[in-house]
């Protein structure tokens, strides 16, 4: 149940609260008024709107259409009771007092403290014209309202920020417990078998010491993974790019970044992995088995940049040219469209002989959110 459902009802309560001030105020001045008849049935005008407003705001909640005719009765029992409350003798007609203040909490809690203040403005502006003018009790009920539609709004808006921001954590917080129990059965499970596959492999020895190096692969990316900043913090917009790249570190990748999380915008992160794991395909696809790679992750205040740098035998100049007049769109799409949509450049340098180094520099600010081609060199 959220704070406006506990407001819509602490609202009607107020209502009826404040509805005795009318009512007590007809019954002890019952005599005295110019019109005690029409004062009764204005009382029971407003008994019956209190009761009715109260069940739909509580159980329909704060509809426009709603507010405005709450707002215009509101106004409609000033402008009556500044006739059928006249008491003789007396030049100020009697104010229906805090009950008309039911209204402009509506609107503050409905719609903030702005059309707090508007619909407070509007009660007590018809209030003055139509009770004689500005006086002492008209300047002090003026007062009251705005000030009412002010402080409710603003509260309220600090309330439900507060709510949002609870659900926000408690949430984060059931993910990572979560997160927390799935890491201890994988590593209790998967780790475990992974990680026999791999002994067993090497020790028979033939094709299964590949299986058994391609299993010891897996269990480090696994284990990579869930001890990552974007598996323990999932819900908060950003990912940590050494968790993506981690993925990737093998026997002939080696790694090197920063000892503390280099955060990005999920997509830019996400984006940013994927044209280095199409780096990466490349290699393999276009370079001998031996060939090694390095991953070099840089973080500066406004951007990060990945190096991905081989000993292979490099490309022939004009050779990523002829590729993409051929329609092999690995390199033109899949890394240089990834980098330039999230606003970022690429730099690509290669000697023949002498290895490929492709540099990926992504601005902190987010790019745009389209384009996922992938193809091979």
Known sequence: MGIQTQLRRAIAVFRFAALGYPVVLCALMFDSLARPALAFLLVAAIAAWTGSVGYLYTHR?????????????????????AWVFAVEGRTTPVSVG????????????????RSGVVAGAIVAGVGTV?????????FSEAVLLVLTGLMVGHLTRLGVEAEERLGQAAARNAA?????????????????????????????????????????????????????????????GQRDVRGLLG????????????AVPVRLPAHAAHQLAAAVA??????????????????????????????????????????????????????????????????????????????TEVEMRVPRSRGRTDGDAHSGR
């Open 61 to 81: 909640g704060y509809r426009p259409a709603l507010l405005y005719i709450d707002l215009a009765v509101t106004v409609a029992a000033v402008i009556a009771s």
């Open 98 to 113: 805090p009950w008309l203040a039911g209204a402009v909490l509506a609107w503050a809690v409905a719609r903030g403290r």
């Open 130 to 138: 139509f009770r004689g003018g500005v006086s002492e009790n008209t």
């Open 176 to 236: 990572a417990r979560e997160r927390e129990r799935l890491a201890r059965d994988i590593h209790d499970s998967v780790l475990q078998v992974l990680a026999l596959v791999q002994r067993r492999g090497n020790a028979i020895g033939g094709e299964a010491a590949e299986l058994g190096r391609l299993a010891g692969e897996q269990e480090a990316s696994l284990r990579s993974l869930i001890t990552s900043e974007s598996y323990r913090h999932p819900l908060d």
């Open 247 to 258: 993925r990737h570190s093998a026997d002939a990748v080696t790694i090197a970044a920063p």
């Open 278 to 355: 199409s780096a990466l395909d490349n290699v393999r696809d276009h370079c001998p088995p031996s060939t090694r790679v390095w991953l070099l992750v840089e973080d500066d205040a406004e951007s990060v940049t990945v190096t991905v740098r081989d000993n292979g035998p490099g490309i022939e100049p004009g050779r990523l040219a002829e590729a993409e007049a051929e329609g092999r769109l690995g390199v033109a799409q899949s890394i240089e469209g990834r980098v330039t949509e999230l606003g970022g450049k690429v730099a690509v340098e290669s000697v023949p002989g002498q290895g």
